[in-house]
């Protein structure tokens, strides 16, 4: 079955303590991005990847890092949490189509808290 | 504001009618794509648009593009209370039309 996951699902840590949020996908996908999703905010994309070892910022980037060592791996690492990160977050892939971004496929999300 | 705005932020009608949701976006664009999310799950691709497409359709969906007013619509006809979600258009920018912006959405309600 063709599909997004993440984990872990639910995550609830403290300040500071560094954490990741694994994302993987089994379609052979070239992008692959994180977003936040917060009430009334939408969802606002954090970092993005046009395929291996190539990343780049979305519109809220700070605080978070990522790697793209394999192509269907795109980890989110919170090296040092703030409650402000609190949130829902999404990992998504897809192909590209003239190099930009096509049909996006959702994972199930992730929800943190960070207290 | 952001780059795409949804209209409105929220809607209420009655099964069997239909809902239009609006999404307006400021630069030029790549693709326009919309999607449904139940509440707090992952979201659902429903309609890609190109910019040299006018309109799309999809099943009980049209989707209509204007680039010229920077605006598209997602008309859903004979509404049905499963469609009740969130909608949100997404548009691809930046160099290489690379990144992705959400808007806020558009919380559908469709009661019996």
């Known amino acids: 079955e063709a599909q997004v996951t993440q984990n872990p699902r639910y995550l609830i840590t403290v300040t500071g303590k560094k954490l990741t949020v694994t994302c993987s996908q089994n379609?052979?996908?070239?992008?692959m991005s994180w977003y936040r999703q917060d009430p009334g905010l939408g969802l606002r994309q954090i970092y993005y990847s046009m395929n291996v070892e190539v990343t780049d910022k979305g519109d809220v980037p700070e605080g978070y890092k990522v790697s793209r060592k394999e192509k269907r791996n795109f980890p989110l690492i919170l090296e040092s949490p703030s409650p402000n990160q609190t949130s829902l977050y999404f990992c998504?892939?897809?192909?590209?189509?003239?190099?930009?971004?096509?049909?996006?496929?959702f994972g199930p999300g992730t929800r943190l808290t960070v207290l | 504001s952001q780059q795409g705005e949804e209209d409105p932020q929220a809607l209420s009608i009655q099964e069997g009618e239909n809902a239009t949701m609006n999404c307006s976006y400021k630069?030029?664009?790549?693709?326009l794509q919309w999607y449904r999310q139940n509440s707090g799950r992952g979201l659902v691709h429903l309609i890609l648009i190109r910019s040299n497409e006018r309109e799309k359709h999809s099943g009980r969906l049209r989707v209509t593009l204007d680039t010229s007013k920077k605006s598209s619509s997602l008309l859903i006809t004979a509404s049905r209370a499963a469609d009740t979600a969130s909608y949100f258009c997404?548009?691809?920018?930046?160099?290489?039309?690379?990144?992705?912006?959400f808007g806020t959405g558009t919380r559908l309600l469709v009661s019996p």
């Open positions: 997404a548009t691809d920018v930046g160099t290489g039309f690379q990144k992705l912006v």
């Open positions: 379609m052979n996908h070239e992008y």
């Open positions: 630069t030029s664009i790549n693709n």
């Open positions: 998504a892939s897809s192909r590209t189509s003239g190099g930009a971004p096509d049909t996006q496929y």
